[in-house]
T-cell receptor, first 114, second 114 residues
Framework: AQSVTQPDIHITVSEGASLELRCNYS??????LFWYVQSPGQGLQLLLK??????LVQGIKGFEAEFKRSQSSFNLRKPSVHWSDAAEYFC????????????FGSGTRLSIRP | GAGVSQSPRYKVTKRGQDVALRCDPI?????LYWYRQALGQGPEFLTY????????KSGLPNDRFSAERPEGSISTLTIQRTEQRDSAMYRC????????????FGPGTRLTVL
């Protein structure tokens, strides 16, 4: 069965600094992968997704993620964070064999230091 | 509508009561999903509909939980004989077509069972 691990529960970075949020997945075949963002009191919004092809995926709000099969990782990056990026970030994995089910990680809460 | 809507946004009930949570997906979206999200956790898959057919209900925790989507649009998640452990945020999502399409999430219903 597929699973997702987000090892960092809470990260604080300074405004303008670069960001990398870690995500590791477990799945026997090629997964499809997502990053979602959840702001306080809001629903989840898709930042980006990877299904196949180019392993570097560009998303909204200046985010990108790189699929590394050898490391079973799909880390999220942003070169310069803004105070509005403070939120909870969820990595998720889906399996082609059970395409209806997406498994979410437990999330990483991002705080921005002024 | 413009997005996925859910009602009520907040529900407080007493243990043993039945509750019905409603999801109104984006117009034209074929696929509909229910998730449960505990505090500090990522969403947990409950069930998935393709039009009116419930294709996957493997995430429903027990037979007190049921869901329907009789006309392929609005869906209702019903929890019978609620227990305190049912307290969580219940989220609905919809997508245009196959589960690999982007899922758009509603704001959720916060259920509190006293």
């Amino acid at each position: 069965a597929q699973s997702v691990t987000q090892p960092d529960i809470h990260i604080t970075v300074s405004e303008g600094a670069s960001l990398e949020l870690r995500c590791n997945y477990s799945y026997g075949a090629t997964p499809y992968l997502f990053w979602y963002v959840q702001s306080p009191g809001q629903g989840l919004q898709l930042l980006l997704k990877y299904f196949s092809g180019d392993t570097l995926v560009q998303g909204i709000k200046g985010f990108e993620a790189e699929f590394k099969r050898s490391q079973s990782s799909f880390n999220l990056r942003k070169p310069s964070v803004h105070w509005s990026d403070a939120a909870e970030y969820f990595c998720a994995v889906g399996a082609w064999s059970s395409a209806s089910k997406i498994i979410f990680g437990s999330g990483t809460r991002l705080s921005i230091r002024p | 509508g413009a997005g996925v809507s859910q009602s009520p946004r907040y529900k407080v009930t007493k243990r043993g009561q039945d509750v019905a949570l409603r999801c109104d997906p984006i117009s034209g979206h074929v696929s509909l999903y229910w998730y449960r999200q505990a505090l500090g956790q990522g969403p947990e898959f409950l069930t998935y509909f393709n039009y009116e057919a419930q294709q996957d209900k493997s995430g429903l925790p027990n037979d007190r939980f049921s869901a329907e989507r009789p006309e392929g649009s609005i869906s209702t998640l019903t929890i019978q004989r609620t227990e305190q452990r049912d307290s969580a945020m219940y989220r609905c999502a919809s997508s245009l077509g196959p589960p690999t399409d982007t899922q758009y999430f509603g704001p959720g219903t916060r259920l509190t069972v006293l």
